[in-house]
Structure formats: C-alpha cells, structure tokens
C-alpha cells in the first residue's frame, strides 16, 4: 500500500556515479551538475568546473560554498547566517 510519499534518493556523482560515504559531492550554483571531489585535482566536480567555467558549488554534506578555482571556501557573513 502505497503512502503516496515518493522516496527521495541521495544524488551521485553525475560522471562517475560515486556518492557518500565515499565520495563529498558538490552541486555546481552556476549550471547543473552534482560532481564528486576526490584527490587534490579536484574530482569530477572540479574537471566540470574547469571544463564548463562554473567554479562555485555548494558542498553537500558541510552546507558550505566552495570554489574550485582556488580551491578554497568561500566566506561570506551574510551566507554563514543561512548556513
């Protein structure tokens, strides 16, 4: 019997089909892409990144913004308050 809920599966890695817990997987703010970020090269998220021109994604375990050009966090009082 049906509870006319639909189940909602965690996202994986659009190019290579990883996810959690072996892979933290990013969701690109400038197109659509859910990418990994394995290794010091960045993942898949970070060849989409450089590949697509789309450096900022959302890291979806930390909730924090993150970009992949330098490879760094972005920090902004005004998103730590919606964090």
Do not use: W
């Not at 049906?2 to 994986?12: E, H, I, M, Q, W």
């Not at 290579?16 to 898949?44: T, W």
């Not at 979806?60 to 972005?74: H, K, P, Y």
Request: proline content about 5%.
């Amino acid at each position: 019997r049906s509870s006319g809920k639909t189940a909602v599966k965690y996202p994986v890695c659009f190019t290579c089909g990883e996810g959690p817990p072996a892979a933290r997987l990013f969701v690109s703010l400038q197109g659509v892409h859910v990418g990994c970020k394995k290794g010091k090269a960045g993942g898949c998220m970070g060849k989409h990144a450089a590949e697509s021109n789309h450096p900022i994604a959302v890291d979806l375990a930390r909730g924090e913004v993150f970009c992949f050009s330098c490879q760094d966090v972005v920090y902004d009082g005004r998103l730590e308050k919606v964090r």
